[in-house]
């Protein structure tokens, strides 16, 4: 079952990982910029775990872990600058 | 053990001192002394066996296969260094006690002596000549920091500069003439140099050995023409000249003339340089000072021509000779240093150093007067004081040369033209200073100093009249151990008394005392003549010329080399990058692909692959809006982070990770202040040419990889995965080879990041910038700084991140993590608090102060490591024990993880101090009108 679920997967999130490529890279306002590199730390995640799954390894569960705790505070920070201009006040 | 522990004390005793000075004057004099008197007490047990004529040596194991071990000796020439060092050492401290005013910090002070006193041990002590070259340089560079003590004053900084420009340099020749030496007798041991003489001397390499050897010496004790930094060092207290001045700093050089005199007298060479120069620095040394008027410049002339005297003498080469030499070493030591106290006292109590303005002291100060004149006959040579008697010893010498060379009267004309001069100067030193009248214009009126700032004056005296009417009782026997030291066999015969007849010597004698009196009472054209000269003869001048010279060089080859733009730069970097890569490419043509087996591929890495090349690319052309690069970087640092993930670094991915976050926010810090946007650097041709190079470049590079990872290789990680558990007790080799095999690495680089994190404190300390008062398109600044949701949110983060973090730590040496880690995820998640919650909301919770965090970390890992050295391991050794713990099961301690600790610490107190106060500079620099809400 694994065997065919897999590459579908990857395949879908394959290709959300490059439309969100190319909102980061067209833009056009520096929102959809953000926002786009915030989804591509989502796809980052999706791709880690489904490659954990395929290569049935806990290894790379951590560095999704770590993506998920830490990859939203670029964002904030980035929205914060946009925002108040000064982040640390 | 004891001379180690002697040698380790003051050194020790410094921190000792800088950290008690804070209670007191009193206080830090009494450390000072206490540390002195430690350092001799180490000492004392050995000089029974020292004065009966043993050499003790103590080795220990530093670095064998360097030939380089820490060894100490002890003979009868050391001990007596020795004991001037620790003696004199212990006079200076107390009468600094009263020299220095309340506003001067005497802390500061006595640790510097301390650190001279340790290093001046060293020299004297040591066996290794590689070892006694380091303490060389040690006394250079803590003499500096003395020399320089008043460092408001342009004068000091600029003697201590000249003064380590010169011991500096003669400290390198030094370096060379030593390592010839090693070449030449193959051993770095004074025992093995010594007896090596004959080899020495017969060797090729004996006259650049020995240039470079007097080199050194003759720069640490300002012999012509090197001799000018000492009265520019006159800017330094009269305590530290008392010291380093008469007794130790310029007697280094003398000392190592005498140590290494077995092995490299005796030749012609050998006479004429030294003997030449000696005799040089004698006439010029008692001819300038006459003609100065600053009692502490009149005192630095005498003390080059006294040195002159004892180079005079050690180059004359006979054992009497040096015998002689020796005794005026300690002679001169015990007359100079008391001549400088009771100038300093004269200073103190008057506020000048002028004897043109400082007259009839004899009146105000009759006591101080008297102790003067002592040690002021002492070094004039009058009989029954100290000094007449190494000088008739010398002019017995130098007529020894009459009938050996065909010029040979020269030497000992010379020596009594040098001895009136000598007469002449410590007369005046005498009547213009105590007599001649009244005194002038004196900023401060003078009285008898304090009893206690006398009694090191008094104590000295008293050695010079006791030597000079008793010198058998007293002195004799510790001159003939420390002769025998030098000479490294058995005496001459020789009597010193007071009484020889009427010989040439004595005759010699009385005509300087003569002529000097007669020199003395004709001053005054000689003055006028001297004023006229006045600058002309400066030695200083040519180095000066010298330094400008360098610095001159210096600046036509950077202003050669450097094109003062960074494009340029860049540009001529990887082109001539290019060039080499390719000749490497020419010069041994082979396929392209290696043999070794190609990873299979998928279309997902292909996908990602292609992602970080567009978002790379995009980067470059979307360069100039800083702010859109920036989010492109992270989606790169991202996708870089994945691929580390996909290839099995896991540990590699984890830190890109949490190194990403912190350099988005310290650069979103940073852009604040600065303009959204990149001016236009280049012209459209300028582009194209520097795009087709970077291409040629990165596709070299490309080419380059593809060729090496194509090629089965043995890589070193064979060693480290079979190593890492059985060696360093961990399963992670990453982490392994960070705190353990590299360990020593590790602890650098903490080391280094602490320094920046404080450096980067120190430098935005008090900092305020221009801060834009909108956006870049001029819409004004939201008005809520700290949103509610995200800042609820944030807060129920930081357990789950910490919990993260800890984790991490303790894993990371089994399983991918460790210290840096963990640091950097809890960095983000304590920065993220002060993100979403602002400073004051979390200064409120939090400790503000993060120094002390940094401190613990760097303590901690060196504990780690010195905790295996006194186990008896090498540094940093890690040792672990397996343990069985019921419910948690199996798990390894190891030593290393409290080390891991220590990283973690100083990364989390590091990057939190560099983030915040960058984030506070944005606070002080914001405009009134609008304060944080």
């Known amino acids: 079952m694994l065997s065919i679920a897999i590459p579908i997967a990857f395949a879908l999130v394959g290709t959300a990982f490059t439309l969100t490529l190319w909102r980061l890279l067209i833009g056009p306002s520096v929102p959809d910029r953000i926002l786009a590199l915030d989804t591509l730390a989502v796809n980052a995640i999706a791709l880690l775990v489904l490659f954990g799954i395929a290569q049935d390894s806990a290894v790379y569960f951590e560095a999704a872990i770590l993506i998920a705790l830490m990859g939203f505070v670029g964002t904030v920070a980035l929205c914060k600058y946009l925002l108040r201009g000064d982040i640390i006040e | 053990m004891n001379l180690l522990l002697c040698v380790i004390t003051p050194f020790l005793g410094a921190a000792l001192v800088a950290a008690v000075a804070r209670l007191g004057t009193w206080q830090a004099a009494a450390a000072a002394a206490g540390v002195t008197l430690a350092a001799g007490a180490w000492l004392a047990p050995l000089v029974g066996g020292t004065f009966q004529g043993t050499t003790l040596i103590e080795r220990y194991t530093w670095m064998p296969r360097e030939g380089l071990d820490l060894t100490f000796r002890l003979d009868g020439f050391g001990l007596l260094f020795a004991l001037m060092i620790l003696g004199i050492g212990l006079l200076v401290i107390l009468y600094a006690r009263w020299y220095f005013s309340p506003q001067d910090r005497l802390g500061r002070f006595y640790t510097g002596m301390m650190l001279f006193m340790g290093s001046m ?59 010839l030496l090693g070449q030449i007798t193959g051993s770095y041991d004074l025992s093995v140099v010594l007896a090596a003489g004959d080899q020495v001397r017969a060797h090729p390499l004996y006259l650049p050995t020995l240039l470079l050897i007097l080199l050194g010496a003759f720069t640490k004790s300002a012999q012509f023409p090197f001799h000018f930094w000492l009265p520019n060092a006159m800017a330094a207290p009269t305590p530290v000249s008392a010291y380093l001045h008469s007794a130790t700093m310029v007697k280094a050089g003398v000392f190592l003339l005498a140590r290494l005199f077995p092995t490299l007298s005796g030749t012609p060479e050998w006479t004429w340089i030294v003997s030449l120069t000696g005799l040089t620095t004698l006439l010029i040394g008692a001819v300038f000072a006459l003609f100065k008027h600053d009692l502490k410049g009149l005192l630095a002339y005498s003390t080059i021509s006294h040195l002159g005297l004892i180079t005079l003498l050690f180059g004359l080469g006979t054992p009497l000779a040096a015998l002689a030499g020796v005794f005026h070493i300690i002679n001169h030591a015990t007359f100079k240093a008391s001549l400088f106290m009771a100038a300093g006292i004269i200073d103190h109590e008057t506020g000048t150093r002028d004897m043109r303005r400082i007259n009839g002291m004899w009146g105000v100060m009759p006591y101080t007067a008297t102790l003067a004149m002592v040690a002021a006959a002492a070094m004039a040579g009058v009989p029954l004081f100290n000094g007449f008697l190494s000088k008739e010893m010398f002019f017995t010498e130098t007529l020894g040369t009459v009938a050996q060379l065909r010029f040979g009267w020269l030497l000992p004309l010379t020596a009594i033209v040098a001895g009136i001069f000598a007469v002449a100067y410590s007369l005046r030193f005498i009547h213009d200073v105590f007599f001649n009248g009244a005194p002038i214009d004196l900023p401060r009126t003078p009285h008898e100093p304090s009893r206690w700032m006398r009694l090191p004056v008094e104590v000295l005296v008293a050695l010079c009249l006791l030597v000079g009417m008793l010198p058998a009782l007293t002195v004799e026997p510790l001159l003939a151990i420390a002769a025998r030291g030098v000479l490294q066999g058995p005496l001459p015969p020789h009597s010193i008394a007071i009484w020889h007849g009427f010989t040439p010597a004595l005759w010699m004698s009385l005509i300087a ?259 834009p008062a909108a956006d870049a398109q001029g819409r004004a600044w939201d008005p809520d700084a700290h949103p509610l949701i995200m800042a609820s949110l944030v807060r129920l983060l930081l357990p789950l991140a910490l919990l993260v973090a800890v984790y991490i730590l303790l894993r990371g040496h089994q399983l991918p993590g460790g210290g840096f880690i963990a640091g950097l995820v809890t960095a983000v998640a304590l920065i993220m608090q002060y993100l979403a919650n602002g400073v004051a909301w979390t200064r409120a919770r939090l400790p503000a102060n993060l120094h002390p965090l940094i401190a613990a970390g760097l303590l901690i890992a060196t504990m780690t490591g010195l905790g295996s050295l006194a186990l008896g391991y090498p540094f940093l050794t890690s040792s672990f024990v397996h343990f069985h713990w019921a419910l948690v099961g199996d798990f390894e301690l190891a030593s290393a993880m409290a080390f891991d600790l220590g990283v973690y610490l100083v990364v989390v107190g590091a990057t939190l101090l560099i983030l915040i106060h960058l984030g506070l500079v944005h606070d002080l620099s914001r405009p009134p009108a609008e304060e944080p809400r």
């Open chain 2, 513 to 771: 005392l003569t002529g000097g009196v007669l020199v003395y009472e004709g001053r005054r054209p000689l003055f006028a003549l001297a004023a006229r000269l006045e600058g002309r003869l400066e030695a200083r001048r040519p180095y000066d010329w010298l330094v400008a010279g360098v610095f001159g060089v210096a600046r036509w080859v950077t202003v050669r080399l450097d094109l003062a733009s960074l494009q340029r730069m860049l540009f001529l970097f990887v082109l001539s990058a290019l060039a080499l890569g390719m000749a490497g490419f020419w010069s041994a043509p082979m396929p392209l692909t290696g043999a070794g087996p190609l990873l299979p591929f998928d279309p997902v890495s292909l996908l990602v692959a292609l992602g970080l090349a567009a978002c790379t690319a995009s980067v470059v052309v979307l360069h100039r809006s800083r702010l859109i690069a920036l989010i492109l970087l992270g989606a790169v640092g991202l996708i870089v982070s994945l691929i580390f993930a996909k290839f099995s670094a896991p540990d590699l991915a984890l830190t890109q990770l949490s190194v990403e976050v912190v350099t988005i926010v310290l650069l979103l810090l940073a852009l604040y202040f600065l303009p959204q946007s990149t001016p236009a650097e280049s012209s459209r041709p300028r582009q194209v040419r520097d795009l087709l190079l970077a291409l040629a470049a990165g596709g070299g590079n490309a080419a380059l990889a593809w060729a090496v990872l194509t090629r089965p290789a043995e890589s070193i990680a064979d060693w480290f995965l079979t190593h890492s558990l059985p060696g360093g007790g961990g399963a992670n080799v990453v982490n392994v080879i960070l705190v353990d095999f590299r360990g020593f690495d590790t602890l650098g680089e903490i080391t280094v990041l602490a320094l920046a994190g404080l450096g980067i404190y120190a430098m935005l300390d008090g900092l305020r910038l221009p801060a």
């Open chain 2, 121 to 179: 041990l060293g020299v004297v002590l040591s066996e290794n000549l590689i070892q006694l070259l380091i303490f060389w340089e040690l006394t250079s560079l803590s003499s500096f920091l003395l020399i320089s003590y008043w460092q408001q004053r342009t004068e000091a900084r600029q003697g201590a500069r000249m003064a380590l420009t010169v011991t500096g340099m003669g400290g390198l020749a030094l370096l060379g003439g030593i390592l």
